[in-house]
């Protein structure tokens, strides 16, 4: 496959560029800086000999790599998103190399006392003897979800270079603002005209995913009344102590600490309040619509019945859907795991199929019209200090998308 430095030097590439998303802004890419990454993924598609390369006015950047079989073959594609999050720094990124991983404490950052430990993250074990690369422990990596270009660009240059792989058409794109929930927003799926696709957006080698929580923010506000603190008897409202009376209303154990597989949650995740007015903003997510629905109504109601209990409208609740669950839309053509899973296990990978904690591009784009499920990058802990990816994975995920494009020569020859 790719060679391993030549891997390593086009990952860097992108991630020593700051791309951090803003969920505040409403233009699209959210942030300037992302063009900077994007504009210099065009020219490379170009380079390596992609044809029809494009960039749009809001920096989605498409491109194909033609079909050289003389027989009719779907059109596939595959994406990938090179915003980070805004969770964590993205800025100045130093990326280090742990060569021979023995299996022990990384020291990330030795003046700070930073050390990746697989104490705490039990799955460094899985990729004793390899290459691993990591933070500095002062910035995120962006191997989310930068291993997953890294591995599209790779696979289509390797494509290029070796003919004699049969494939059909191929369509690759590169999208903003994944990490702030839109990056499917503006993309033109009629213009991609792919049958399917598959997002190179996910975590440990082996992991395919079809099913990913339905999701939903909300925003509760709650005002109260500022008086004097000393003549307050009767009169204040202090709306910190209702905020509280709300947040442990909701059940404790439904939250992201306490839950996994496909059991759903409530998320605080932001909290900024004074006597006067408090502000919660939620996450809410389960896989289960009905569920997911049940979990709104209940926010509803106990914002209902605080109001019914100060006899007047203190607490107001702004629920807005985000995405759903892509597996209603990916079920009815289940031959686009079969292949995918096909692809891993030619490339000696044992395929882990499992339902996502969480949503990709691909869930929105599948109810666009483009089915798309999620195939691993290779990296772990996202969207923090401790993230790293192992080059061996990158190398599988490399190939398990020249398998795809073969099989679906193939099956469709």
């Not at 882990?352 to 869930?363: A, E, L, M, Q, V």
Request: charged share 25%; aromatic share 8%; proline share 4%.
């Amino acid at each position: 496959m790719i060679n391993n430095q030549h891997l390593i030097d086009r990952f860097f590439s992108y991630v020593t560029v700051d791309t951090e998303s803003d969920p505040e802004s409403k233009s699209t890419p959210s942030t300037e800086k992302q063009w900077n990454l994007a504009n210099a993924l065009a020219d490379e598609l170009r380079r390596i000999g992609m044809e029809d390369v494009s960039i749009d006015e809001n920096a989605y950047i498409m491109a194909t790599l033609p079909s050289n079989v003389d027989h009719e073959v779907p059109v596939i594609g595959f994406i990938s998103h090179f915003d980070t999050s805004p969770d964590f720094t993205g800025a100045d990124v130093k990326p280090q190399i742990i060569e021979n991983y023995d299996g022990g404490d990384i020291v990330l950052n030795k003046e700070k006392n930073i050390v990746l430990s697989p104490e705490e993250f039990d799955d460094l074990l899985m990729y004793k003897g390899q290459t691993l690369i990591t933070t500095d422990g002062t910035t995120l990596l962006g191997a989310d979800d930068k291993a997953g270009i890294a591995e599209i660009v790779s696979a289509m240059e390797y494509l290029i270079n070796h003919p004699e792989i049969k494939h059909g058409e191929i369509r690759v794109g590169f999208t903003p603002d994944e990490e702030i929930g839109r990056g499917a927003h503006k993309f033109d799926v009629e213009k991609f005209g792919a049958e399917w696709a598959y997002t190179m957006d996910g975590s440990q080698v082996g992991e395919l995913e079809y099913e990913n929580f339905n999701a939903a923010s909300a925003d509760v506000t709650i005002q109260g009344k500022i008086v004097h603190p000393g003549y307050a008897k009767g009169k204040m409202v202090n709306s910190i102590y209702i905020a509280t009376e709300f947040l442990n209303s909701l059940p404790r154990m439904e939250t992201p600490e306490h839950t996994e597989g496909r059991e759903g949650f409530f998320h605080l995740h932001t909290m900024e309040g004074s006597v006067d007015s408090t502000k919660l903003q939620y996450i809410i997510r389960d896989h289960n619509l009905e569920h997911f629905e049940a979990r709104k109504k209940v926010m509803l109601k106990l914002a209902h019945e605080l109001n019914t209990q100060y006899k007047k409208e203190i607490v107001s609740v702004e629920i807005k859907d985000q995405y759903f669950n892509m597996r209603e839309k990916v079920e009815p053509v289940m031959h686009i795991v079969d292949l995918a899973e096909e692809a891993m296990k030619q490339a000696g990978i044992t395929p882990i199929i499992k339902p996502i904690r969480g949503g990709t591009d691909g869930s929105q784009l599948s109810y666009m019209g483009l089915p798309c499920p999620n195939i691993f990058a290779g990296g772990h802990n996202f969207h923090g200090r401790y993230e790293y990816v192992p080059l061996e994975s990158m190398q599988k995920a490399v190939e398990v998308i020249v398998n795809i494009a073969q099989l679906t020569a193939k099956q469709n020859g």
